[in-house]
Structures are given as C-alpha cells and as structure tokens.
C-alpha cells in the first residue's frame, strides 16, 4: 500500500474530517502534508479522533447561522403545529335534547 492509500485509509477512520475540507479550513492537500510529515499519531488528529469539536470549530457553526432563516423556520414550524393541534382538537359537538 502506497503512502497515499494509507491516507485515504487513515481518512474513512476519521470521517468529520470532510466537515473542514469542505467548509473550507482545510484543503486535501493540507491534510495529506500534515499526515506525511507528522503521521496519524500527531497531536493535530486528537479532535478528529476524540469526535469532539473544538472551539474555533463551534465558533464557525455559529457564525455561519442564519439568524433570519432560524427565525422564519420557527415561525413556519410553529404553523404547522398550530395547524395539526387544530385538527386533533375538536369540540364535542352540542348535545341534542335527545342525548342523555
């Protein structure tokens, strides 16, 4: 197996990694220098394996949200359960003078 393979394959063990390749924090290449001269036992790979996130990685998240969209996407889903409740909850219609 050549040193490329073994990155790929070093890769699919850690796959939140694709998250920062394609918002862009890392590019491939990148990645396949930091493997070539550190190896997988670096310290840079320890978030990666550990599944956690870190700080700067949360702060990205939260800066890329769209407060806007949140917003309207609470309204519309707000709707939808106002829409369903009223539905599901009916009034027992009037008793007739016959009912007992």
Known sequence: ???ID????????????RDDVTNNRYTWQQLYEIYDVYG???????????????LSAMLDMV???DLNALSKSFDGLQK?????????VKDEPAKQWYDN
Not at 9 to 15: K, V, W
Not at 80 to 88: A, F, K, Q, T
């Open 80 to 88: 939808i359960l106002d829409l369903v409740n009223g539905l599901m």
């Open 40 to 54: 997988e036992n670096d310290k840079f790979w320890e978030p990666y394996k550990k599944g956690g996130l870190d």
């Open 1 to 3: 197996m050549n040193k």
């Open 63 to 65: 800066k890329n949200v």
């Open 6 to 17: 073994e990155f790929k394959a070093f890769m699919r063990t850690i796959p939140s990694i």
